[in-house]
């Protein structure tokens, strides 16, 4: 079983549009999570990370199920700018190495 | 702002052949890593780092492969012999101690093995 799935995708969304992404890890004791975003051939960068209660930046929401191992990601308002792929990363607390999914492709289209 | 830079941005070398890929951290963070991701595969972790001694290591970090800090500045990864399965970028990364897991990465360095 795969550590972190991702849905790959492509989700091909227009401008405006709301999309979600989601995700599921596999070991229960994982303590950190974290969205990072990743353009093509860059490095990732931290998009957000998601706690137990949830939490919003903006036009983006992360939701965490601890009980199902299950991650979510809302971007409302879609910007082209917003085109690129999408990482669900778990690790088992601040001092474990991250474990990252496969992504999630997310194109905007005007 | 504060960024980890890292070097070659792309090396093409032979099989067989040793590389050597270097990283400068953020200068106030002492946890230390490299990642690799293999061309449309997910990133991968190889290596952790802090306190001058490995602290963690995948299944993919073999007799191959060996990281070193030389002068309190650089972090560097070494393949020993590269094969021509090593071809993938590698990712540089670092973190404040003490922080939320939040790790900063650099650039990449891209390794094409012939």
């Known amino acids: 079983r795969k550590e972190v799935e991702q849905d790959p995708g492509p989700f091909n969304v227009p401008e405006g549009a709301t999309v979600a992404f989601n995700c599921t890890y596999s070991n229960s004791a994982s303590q950190s999570f974290f969205w990072y975003r990743q353009d093509c051939r860059k490095e990732p960068k931290l998009l957000m990370s998601v706690y137990s209660s949830g939490n919003e930046d903006g036009r983006f929401t992360a939701q965490l199920n601890r009980a199902s191992q299950y991650i979510s990601l809302l971007i409302r308002d879609s910007k082209l700018s917003d085109s690129a792929t999408y990482l669900c990363v778990v690790s088992l607390s601040g001092n474990t190495p991250l474990v990252f999914g496969k992504g999630t492709r997310l194109s905007v289209i005007a | 702002e504060p960024e980890v830079t890292q070097t070659p941005s792309h090396q093409v070398t032979q099989m067989g052949q040793e590389v050597i890929l270097r990283c400068v951290p953020i200068s106030n963070h002492l946890y230390f890593y490299w990642y690799r991701q293999i061309l449309g595969q997910k990133v991968e972790f190889l290596v952790s780092f802090y306190n001058n001694e490995i602290s963690e290591k995948s299944e993919i970090f073999d007799d191959q492969f060996s990281v070193e800090r030389p002068d309190g500045s650089n972090f560097t990864l070494k393949i020993r012999s590269t094969k021509l399965e090593d071809s993938a970028m590698y990712f540089c990364?670092?973190?404040?101690?003490?922080?939320?897991?939040?790790?900063?990465f650099g650039e990449g360095s891209r390794l094409t093995v012939l």
């Open positions: 990364a670092s973190r404040w101690q003490g922080g939320t897991g939040e790790l900063f």
